[in-house]
């Protein structure tokens, strides 16, 4: 009896697990009205300019801060700004997290101390889906945002980096995945009997807290910018 059970409740996780994957196909394309033309916008939401400071850090009405050290948005420009002013700051995965300044046309990407709008997205996403398999669906949407962002940083170390010198950021993250395929497989053999709808989230959890660090690391090698 306790093997059917045992075979019962996998069934149920594999049946739950393939829902939250259609689910993803969906969430995949979540954003927020904007005004900007780029076609992979995942998320926008308003910030209100209130100044800035050297070197190059905008500080909004709510006291949030964005690095962006004069690129995109140039100390000449940015000087006539008023407080009020309102951007769209936004994140796409072949551009990353950026504000845009719709009036003078101009973007920058930007770096927010403390958090990174992937997480952003999360929070939002799971404060509006509190089912186990929305709130499942919802980290395993940031898994693939942190799988994007490193797909992307690895293109630009490629770019900026002599051949030499990224064989060995692509040696270390080659073994990285190698780590990541080690440590999936003994959360697997770990966790995978656990009972309940519950372990799908945790699963998920582990996941991107695997993947969010080597991405983050990554964006310590490509510099200031994200």
């Given at each position: 009896?306790?093997?059917?059970i045992?075979l019962?409740?996998k069934?149920?996780?594999?049946?739950?697990?393939?829902a939250?994957?259609l689910l993803?196909?969906?969430?995949?394309?979540y954003?927020?009205?904007?005004?900007e033309?780029?076609?992979?916008?995942?998320?926008?939401?308003?910030?209100?300019?209130?100044n800035?400071?050297?070197?190059?850090?905008l500080?909004?009405?709510?006291?949030?801060?964005y690095?962006?050290?004069y690129?995109g948005?140039?100390?000449d420009?940015?000087k006539?700004w008023e407080?009020?002013?309102?951007?769209?700051?936004?994140y796409?995965?072949?551009?990353?997290?950026?504000?845009?300044?719709?009036?003078?046309g101009?973007s920058a990407?930007?770096?927010?101390p403390?958090s990174h709008?992937?997480?952003?997205?999360?929070?939002?996403y799971?404060s509006?889906n509190?089912?186990t398999?929305?709130?499942?669906s919802c980290y395993?949407?940031?898994?693939?945002?942190w799988?994007?962002?490193?797909?992307?940083?690895?293109?630009?170390?490629?770019?900026?980096r002599t051949?030499?010198?990224y064989?060995d950021?692509?040696?270390?993250?080659?073994s990285?995945l190698?780590?990541k395929?080690?440590?999936?497989?003994?959360?697997?053999?770990e966790f995978?009997?656990?009972?309940g709808?519950?372990?799908?989230?945790?699963?998920?959890v582990r996941?991107v807290t695997?993947?969010?660090h080597?991405?983050?690391?990554?964006r310590?090698?490509?510099?200031?910018?994200?």
């Amino acid at each position: 009896m306790s093997k059917s059970i045992s075979l019962l409740n996998k069934a149920e996780n594999k049946l739950l697990a393939a829902a939250c994957a259609l689910l993803v196909l969906g969430d995949l394309s979540y954003a927020n009205p904007t005004t900007e033309k780029t076609s992979d916008i995942i998320y926008s939401k308003t910030v209100v300019f209130q100044n800035f400071h050297d070197p190059g850090r905008l500080i909004s009405a709510n006291g949030k801060e964005y690095f962006f050290y004069y690129k995109g948005f140039t100390y000449d420009n940015i000087k006539t700004w008023e407080e009020g002013r309102k951007l769209n700051l936004t994140y796409s995965n072949t551009k990353g997290s950026q504000l845009h300044d719709p009036i003078s046309g101009a973007s920058a990407r930007v770096k927010i101390p403390g958090s990174h709008l992937i997480e952003e997205i999360r929070r939002k996403y799971v404060s509006e889906n509190g089912s186990t398999m929305g709130i499942a669906s919802c980290y395993r949407q940031e898994y693939e945002l942190w799988d994007a962002m490193i797909t992307r940083l690895l293109k630009e170390l490629k770019a900026s980096r002599t051949p030499d010198t990224y064989k060995d950021i692509e040696a270390m993250h080659n073994s990285w995945l190698k780590y990541k395929e080690m440590r999936f497989k003994v959360g697997r053999s770990e966790f995978g009997d656990r009972l309940g709808t519950k372990t799908i989230i945790e699963s998920s959890v582990r996941a991107v807290t695997a993947i969010k660090h080597q991405a983050l690391f990554l964006r310590s090698l490509v510099g200031k910018h994200e």
